[in-house]
């Protein structure tokens, strides 16, 4: 069974960059589509982007100027880089991991971790 | 403004069947597969339903899934207390603006 924890700090100062790492274990990082989604608290969903291990990515059009996926194979891991975080960035942020090699939402996800900004 | 749109709130009584339901345009639920999801306060998203109507292991068949056009159905049947949460409906968008997964905006199930 595919796990996926998220790490990284609980708190960043506004203008700064956000760096989360999810750790996959139960399966290779190979192949799938690695997700990052966020939830505001007492908000909905919001899909920040995906890496696919061939190097595609696609990220929110809202976000798209501030965010990176990158994918460390030798690790297991996968990170999200959000530069120039505002108070509107405090959410908790999943990552997740599709089903199969097409295009779909999440099959499963990690636990979240919540990430404030404030100064 | 979510890009899929649900009723922000359904509730039943115990036993009862309720539905909830999602709506989208031809680039997203028309052409893609729809995801449900139950989310339980205090806790990640739980996926209920892909592929439209497919259940993963361990998910109850109370809970079924449908799609017809540009619109997709999440149905609770034999509703319990522990169902009170929050569900979402999930689906690729293939947005010339942007491809992308797109969520719902949440309904809140209240069990009466």
């Known amino acids: 069974q595919v796990q996926l924890q998220e790490s990284g700090p609980g708190l960043v100062k506004p203008s700064e960059t956000l760096s989360l790492t999810c750790t996959v274990s139960?399966?290779?990082?190979?192949?799938?589509?690695w997700n990052w989604i966020r939830q505001p608290p007492g908000k909905g969903l919001e899909w920040i982007g995906h890496?696919?291990?061939?190097?595609?990515?696609n990220y929110n059009s809202s976000l798209k100027s501030r965010v990176t996926i990158s994918v460390d194979t030798s690790k297991n891991q996968f990170s999200l880089k959000l530069t120039s975080v505002t108070a509107a960035d405090t959410a908790v942020y999943y990552c997740?991991?599709?089903?199969?090699?097409?295009?779909?939402?999440?099959?499963?996800w990690g636990r979240g971790t919540l990430v404030s900004v404030s100064s | 403004q979510s890009v899929l749109t649900q009723p922000p709130s359904a509730s039943g009584t115990p036993g009862q069947r309720v539905t909830i339901s999602c709506s989208g345009s031809?680039?997203?639920?028309?052409?893609?597969?729809v995801y449900w999801y139950q989310q339980l306060p205090g806790t990640a998203p739980k996926l209920l339903i892909y592929?439209?109507?497919q259940r993963p292991s361990g998910v109850p068949d109370r809970f079924s899934g449908s799609k017809s056009g540009t619109s997709a159905s999440l149905a609770i049947t034999g509703l319990r207390s522990e169902d009170e949460a929050d569900y979402y409906c999930?689906?690729?968008?293939?947005?010339?603006?942007?491809?992308?997964?797109?969520f719902g905006g949440g309904t809140k199930l209240t069990v009466l």
């Open positions: 592929g439209n109507n």
């Open positions: 997740a991991r599709g089903l199969g090699v097409e295009v779909t939402p999440p099959y499963y």
């Open positions: 139960g399966g290779s990082i190979d192949n799938y589509y």
């Open positions: 999930a689906a690729w968008d293939d947005s010339r603006s942007g491809p992308g997964v797109v």
């Open positions: 890496f696919y291990y061939s190097g595609r990515t």
């Open positions: 031809s680039s997203n639920i028309g052409s893609n597969y």
